[in-house]
């Protein structure tokens, strides 16, 4: 073995690496936000939703989960746009990750609003809570610490299941590794580079998942202990 | 332009065999890996404990597709030919083998101590121990999140197109490029791994509840 590995080309593409996370971190934040939300709707109405709307809640998750995401980002970016809908990559990526992690957090929620007990609904209603604020404060936060853990990985993991979107041309972090790599002929330097800057980000997302349930938590803050 | 036909439709199943050997080499590959990093995060050596975790972080820390680049670019490093089968072969192996580990030692740990300190007493060794004694009940613990994650394994073979594999995924574009109806084709894609997946995670809910039933 006698390869010499070079990473001269870092000297010069630098600001292309930058400008690649920084679009993955702006894609994944994105769809973490948008999925979170109608994950957590799509839990409200597999859990305290009618028979038909729980049916189809159901076959979505399923669906979604039982196919490969690179599948479902060509479905919307390749499938739409053959259909008439016209989408950029990005916004097709955009997309594809919100429904892909809609599901996943449909699932974790799911669990989390089970464990709420029919006794704090009883209570909250006694109190005299309106509907949405017995959703929210009794029903969804207590829910979303006890699957926070669950909930904070699989976000990490979408962050990196992101990089199959550089296979719709999105220039994000791993399209332009490709890029350069393409450029220079240093292949198994690049993706060493990009390796070390995913293993950063996903660093840099497990803290500041802590630290949102640090905020969130009010309980945990104070006693230490989760729920 | 080609219209879609049965033949695509046959071209399609025939590239999901490479999609289920594919599975099978990195299940395989993933369990000899998973098991021995298992062992060694249970390990009573600091050394091989900070060895897996470190493996563990580091895996799970990236991407599955830099993985694939890399060991396809690596494996022209040290001087072998670039056989995507291959280089999906490892770097799945290396994936599934973190996650399994991980997954399967939750499975050794949630085996009762009690269970421990009575085969000490029988006298038997750490060998036997493990053998008789701790791994046959966490193999009834492993089989329901084993078979979910074999799910993740199947979908993840998809990433293997971008090395140039044929299997469904890149199945599913070649035809694409000849017909270019990409709805139609990548549902009919989208179903046969839908196909492949949801008896699997189907069987993974129905065994962890029947796990749940005889306790």
């Not at chain 2, 080609?2 to 025939?14: D, E, P, R």
């Not at chain 2, 074999?150 to 490029?177: D, P």
Request: glycine share 8%; hydrophobic share 55%; net charge positive.
């Amino acid at each position: 073995m006698s390869y010499k590995f070079d990473f001269a080309f870092m000297a010069e593409r630098w600001p292309d690496f930058v400008a690649g996370a920084w679009l993955t971190v702006q894609l994944t934040v994105l769809a973490i936000a948008l999925g979170f939300a109608l994950g957590t709707l799509c839990a409200l109405a597999r859990v305290y939703g009618g028979p038909v709307l729980r049916r189809l809640v159901g076959a979505y998750v399923e669906a979604i989960r039982n196919t490969p995401l690179l599948i479902q980002i060509f479905i919307v970016y390749f499938g739409l746009s053959s259909l008439g809908l016209k989408l950029s990559a990005d916004v097709s990526a955009v997309i594809a990750l919100t429904v892909n992690m809609g599901a996943y957090s449909t699932e974790i929620m799911r669990a989390g609003i089970q464990s709420v007990q029919r006794t704090q609904l009883e209570a909250a209603d006694c109190l005299g809570l309106t509907r949405l604020q017995t959703i929210l404060h009794v029903v969804l936060l207590p829910a979303m610490e006890r699957v926070y853990p669950a909930l904070s990985s699989q976000f990490v993991l979408l962050m990196l299941a992101s990089s199959i979107t550089s296979q719709i041309s999105v220039e994000e972090l791993t399209a332009t590794a490709s890029l350069v790599q393409s450029d220079t002929y240093r292949s198994f330097e690049v993706y060493l580079v990009v390796a070390v800057v995913y293993l950063a980000l996903s660093a840099l997302y497990r803290f500041a998942f802590w630290l949102i349930g640090l905020g969130l938590f009010e309980r945990k803050r104070r006693l230490g202990t989760p729920l | 332009m080609n219209q879609l036909s049965a033949n695509h439709l046959l071209y399609l199943l025939i590239a999901a065999e490479w999609t289920v050997v594919l599975s099978l080499i990195a299940f395989a590959g993933g369990s000899v890996l998973g098991l021995a990093i298992a062992l060694m995060r249970v390990s009573k050596l600091g050394v091989l404990r900070g060895i897996a975790s470190g493996y563990i972080q580091l895996i799970q820390g990236t991407p599955l597709l830099i993985l694939l680049f890399l060991s396809y670019f690596g494996l022209g490093i040290i001087g072998l030919k670039l056989v995507p089968l291959v280089a999906a072969g490892i770097s799945l192996t290396l994936y599934a083998g973190a996650f399994l580990g991980e997954i399967w030692r939750g499975c050794i740990e949630a085996v009762p101590k009690t269970q421990w300190e009575a085969s000490d007493c029988l006298g038997l060794n750490r060998v036997q121990q493990y053998a008789y004694v701790i791994l046959p009940q966490a193999t009834r613990i492993a089989i329901p999140p084993t078979v979910g994650f074999m799910v993740q394994i199947v979908k993840n073979t998809s990433l293997a197109s971008v090395i140039g594999f044929v299997e469904l995924a890149r199945a599913g574009q070649i035809v694409n490029n000849s017909t270019f109806e990409p709805f139609a084709i990548f549902s009919c894609v989208a179903a046969i791994y839908f196909a492949l997946c949801y008896p699997l995670s189907v069987a993974s809910r129905y065994l962890e509840r029947k796990a749940h039933a005889g306790r």
